[in-house]
């Protein structure tokens, strides 16, 4: 029996320590993955807000160039959709600030039946994005939005400056634009 636990006793302790150390380097190996992995994160975010502003740039630059640039005979009848790609309107007008000399203002044909009904809105330069393809512009809003927008007919147009000035708070809130 003397002979016996010798032998009994060297695997079960070989067994024992060789178990503890397994399990110390499994916990390290776990620990390691983890950490791998919030790495991967932060790449994977850094990653995305790169692309993210890479693409808000172009987008800005673009914007800028269009706007900036054209002409108004060749921005005056392009059509104005929503995000989704429901046509919203067309550009009739465009109303220029006399101190500045910049557009305030693209006034926006909607509704009606060939022509005939249509209420017209003053829609703010800043709210409305050029398209990439240069076809329309966008505006961030529904139909059932715009025909609640405050607008006017066209036989009623504001006639003065100050009328202008009027609309002009109702407006930029509305369409969430700051002067």
Avoid at 28 to 40: A, D, G, P, R, S
Avoid at 76 to 91: A, E, F, R, S, W
Avoid at 113 to 119: I, P, S, T
């Amino acid at each position: 029996m003397k002979r016996l636990i010798p032998i009994v006793a060297v695997p079960f302790l070989s067994v024992t320590l060789g178990g503890a150390a397994y399990a110390t380097d499994v916990q390290e190996k776990q620990q390691e993955l983890i950490e791998k992995q919030q790495e991967v994160k932060e790449t994977q975010k850094e990653l995305q807000q790169e692309n993210l502003k890479e693409l808000t740039e172009r987008v800005q630059a673009s914007n800028e160039s269009m706007q900036q640039v054209s002409r108004a005979s060749k921005i005056i009848g392009t059509t104005v959709k929503n995000p989704k790609g429901d046509k919203l309107g067309d550009i009739k007008e465009l109303v220029l600030d006399p101190e500045s000399g910049h557009v305030v203002y693209a006034v926006v044909s909607f509704g009606g039946v060939l022509g005939l009904g249509n209420k017209l809105f003053a829609i703010p330069w800043k709210a409305l994005h050029w398209t990439r393809d240069k076809e329309y512009y966008v505006l961030d809003l529904d139909k059932d939005t715009l025909k609640n927008a405050p607008g006017f007919d066209k036989k009623h147009w504001p006639d003065s400056s100050s009328k202008w000035d009027q609309q002009r708070e109702e407006i930029e809130q509305f369409y969430r634009v700051t002067p």
